[in-house]
């Protein structure tokens, strides 16, 4: 099945997926909304779930789920079933591979269902210090400490080794739009500054946690200061720079200058690059773009360095 958004990683070190791909929108809303409700009111019964980390936080946003959800019909569950096999054999294929699986992130409406997709699955395949399953967390999202904490804990508490990609997000409209309309404040945070907090806050927490014990993290960042403060806490704390404890990244394109600095400075880095039709590739970008505002900005800068490193060949090459 082609994904609806496809991401493609140069010298494969990790593999991603969108269960958006795998799974049908409409399932994983109603599977969020009956996730949500379990959490408003745990005796109510899921059949078809499994053990898995804690999905929602105190403060994480319910308003999505205003009235009891129906059970899955029986087309869904069959449904589900499929989704669950197609993932199970992608998780299969990376445990043989020995290369991590990393979920993407969507919107709130359907995450609930994405994180069900990955802690469940995390629990079957991450084993001993090698965390095959990776979850995303969006730290634009006010609640995505908390939820971090949680899960990283479960996990630490059931001895399974969990990895995460951090970002920042890329819902930024969508998500305030509809927090509005059903007359709710906005789940992302009212800053750019307690973002950045968050995900440098979230960075820090993952660092330490694999600095202490299994596990693993993946810096998805276009913004240099936040580069720059996780490579002198990986430094700090002797994370190590080549395997899958740490891990930073980059859209193929953008913050070259960050990418080398820290490919330089001995850290692993990836470069994400998206293929496909211009329709599904051009929404992808301008998420990423409105995700970190400031990524054109360090382009810009990009473009400065190249700018005089040219130059400086030039003079060498003639002088």
């Known amino acids: 099945m082609v994904p609806n958004e496809f991401v493609l990683m140069l010298q494969v070190s990790f593999v991603i997926v969108k269960i958006t791909a795998i799974c049908p929108m409409s399932l994983l809303e109603r599977m969020s909304d009956l996730l949500r409700w379990q959490h ?82 995390a629990i079957l395949h991450n084993k001993g210090d090698n965390p095959i399953v990776f979850g995303t967390i969006q730290t634009y999202l006010k609640d995505a400490k908390e939820r971090l904490v949680l899960a990283a804990e479960a996990a630490d508490n059931m001895g399974i080794p969990m990895g995460f990609k951090l970002v920042r997000g890329a819902y930024m409209s969508s998500e305030t739009k509809l927090a509005e309309s059903l007359g709710y404040s906005s789940p992302i945070h009212n800053t750019i500054e307690d973002t950045h907090k968050c995900f440098n806050d979230c960075s820090s927490f993952m660092l330490e946690k694999v600095a202490n014990g299994p596990g693993g993290v993946v810096l998805a960042t276009h913004n240099v200061e936040s580069g720059k403060l996780a490579a002198a806490k990986a430094h700090e704390l002797g994370v190590g720079k080549v395997n899958h404890e740490l891990e930073f990244a980059q859209l193929h394109g953008m913050s070259e200058a960050l990418s080398f600095g820290l490919s330089n400075a001995g850290f692993q880095v990836s470069k994400y690059m998206p293929f496909g039709p211009v329709e599904t590739v051009m929404p992808y970008l301008l998420r990423r773009a409105e995700e970190n505002r400031g990524m054109l900005a360090a382009s810009g800068f990009d473009r400065q360095l190249m700018r005089k490193e040219l130059g400086r060949r030039l003079k060498a090459a003639f002088f």
Not at 91 to 103: D, E, H, M, T, Y
Not at 105 to 114: G, K
């Open 40 to 121: 408003k009111d745990p005796p109510f019964s899921l059949p078809w779930k499994q053990d898995c980390f804690p999905i929602f936080s105190e403060s994480s946003p319910l308003y999505h789920t205003s009235k009891r959800p129906e059970p899955l019909t029986r087309e869904e569950e069959s449904d589900l079933q499929l989704a669950m096999q197609r993932f199970l054999e992608l998780c299969q294929k990376c445990v043989r591979a020995n290369i991590p699986l990393l979920v993407d992130a969507e919107h709130t409406s359907v995450q609930p269902a994405i994180d069900y997709f990955t802690y469940s699955s």
